[in-house]
């Protein structure tokens, strides 16, 4: 049996980067979903349908993320007990976590189905594709026990450091879904219904494969079914730790809601396609440096359970240091190859010169969204998570609406729009920043004696 990653002692750089890369490649496997949908769409069905589905990715994240932020608190409800060796805690999360995945799974598909074309209405979706994303929203929604599912299994093998299964996994699932969305777009003509249904049936298949390994895996996260069941105590432990970050991972998404609707107040396909188009292609970049957020809440989690403060520091400096590389070098590369890069989803001239005027924005700024993610995640692995949800709330999301309510009504531009992403990151990393050194010192104070 393969031996899970020490993350209390050794080369805890090599050690992050060695973490880091497997879920770099897997959360761009998941973006690439969402990539082959919109390609496909935009190359073979046309703008209006790549508008259609691109004008529910911020309402999709709205409603979801408020459950996902659980899957964090159960990565770091299990990595802090498995610094502190308690087997017994550990095989309790692991059967409240993934049952509570199947609980939300089972309800979000029940209010996404039935309120799809009320949210989109409400974010004022061109009415020329509303019934396309009304469609998409729910065939999406109906699947949603596979998303919730896999998430909370991968965050449960990320907390004893196990990063490559989940890649294969989606890996695996990856190709079923390109293999479909050809499939049903092109040979049976679906359309939107085509690319979600290739998308759930993808997700069935990482969920199927994540609960398979951990029902292989022995020790303390070995799974199975009989063991179902809901723990009071450990079910607590993650919400308190993983609702704040759900409640700031919604807001987050109400702000974006409102960017899109800002969007949409143009009244333009080609602007949504290209702002879809841009939008897409910046995941790629984000889905690169949140892998050191993951990483920064798993190594100082396991850290804070085995009383090692010390490590936790070394951990968000590390952290800093790989997310700040990874962010300029990405967010180079998109800008390097904009255009080639904006064709895949759209040909439409006007489309991809909305596309770059958006990259040219976000991408040149995007580390500063990865350095204010570290500290968060470093926040949340010290126990805090009600602190980063407060200030992240402040600086991005209520910042955001009023420049829409104020500078954006002012000057009605898109560039007006998209400046209010950079000023946000980096007011709120400054603010998380001086939270951490508090709250690390406030750690060291009450461990200091087991430290010593």
């Known amino acids: 049996m393969k031996k899970d990653m020490d993350m209390l002692s050794g080369n805890l750089l090599k050690k992050m980067i060695i973490f880091t890369l497997p879920i770099i490649f897997s959360s761009i496997l998941q973006l690439l979903y969402n990539a082959v949908d919109l390609a496909v769409l935009g190359q073979y069905c046309g703008d209006k349908s790549l508008s259609a589905v691109g004008s529910t990715g911020s309402l999709t ?85 596979f998303n919730m599912v896999y998430n909370f299994g991968a965050a449960i093998l990320r907390a004893v450091g196990e990063t490559r299964k989940p890649l294969y996994f989606l890996g695996i699932a990856g190709l079923a879904n390109v293999a479909l969305n050809y499939l049903l777009v092109l ?58 970050a759900g409640i700031q991972g919604t807001l987050f998404s109400i702000s974006n809601v409102f960017i899109q609707s800002a969007v949409n107040s143009f009244d333009s396909a080609s602007v949504v396609a290209g702002n879809t188009a841009a939008s897409n292609i910046e995941g790629f970049v984000y889905a690169a440096m949140n892998a050191f957020y993951q990483a920064c809440i798993t190594f100082t989690s396991q850290n804070l359970g085995a009383k090692k403060i010390s490590n936790c520091k070394k951990a968000l400096l590390h952290a800093l240091l790989c997310v700040t590389i990874t962010g300029i070098a990405f967010g180079g590369m998109a800008l390097l190859f904009d255009e080639s890069l904006l064709k895949i989803y759209t040909n439409t001239p006007e489309s991809i010169a909305v596309g770059q005027k958006r990259l040219l924005i976000i991408c040149s700024t995007y580390f500063t969204c990865g350095i204010m993610d570290v500290f968060v995640g470093g926040l949340r692995g010290l126990g805090y998570s009600i602190v980063p949800m407060a200030v992240s709330i402040m600086g991005a999301c209520v910042f955001r609406l009023i420049w829409i309510f104020t500078a954006f009504q002012a000057s009605h531009t898109l560039d007006t729009l998209y400046i209010s992403y950079p ?30």
């Open 61 to 145: 994240n709205l409603i979801i993320n408020l459950f996902m932020g659980v899957s964090i608190g159960a990565n770091v409800a299990v990595a802090r007990a498995i610094g502190q060796k308690d087997d017994q805690k550990i095989k309790r999360l692991v059967h409240t976590s993934i049952l509570f995945a199947i609980f939300s799974g089972i309800f979000l598909s029940i209010f996404g189905i039935f309120t799809a074309s009320i949210w989109l209405e409400l974010m004022g979706t061109n009415q020329e594709y509303l019934d396309l994303a009304t469609l998409y929203l729910q065939i999406y929604f109906g699947g949603m026990i």
């Open 187 to 244: 040979a049976f003509h679906m359309d939107v219904a085509g690319v979600a249904i290739g998308t759930i049936v993808s997700q069935g298949i990482s969920a199927v494969l994540v609960i398979g390994c951990l029902i292989r895996r022995k020790g303390s996260i070995h799974f199975s079914f009989k063991s179902l069941g809901i723990d009071g105590k450990c079910l607590k432990e993650m919400i308190f730790i993983g609702l704040p």
């Open 423 to 452: 000023i946000s990151w980096v007011v709120t990393a400054l603010v998380h920043m001086c939270c951490y050194i508090f709250v690390y010192k406030r750690t060291i104070k009450k461990y200091i004696p087991e430290a010593i």
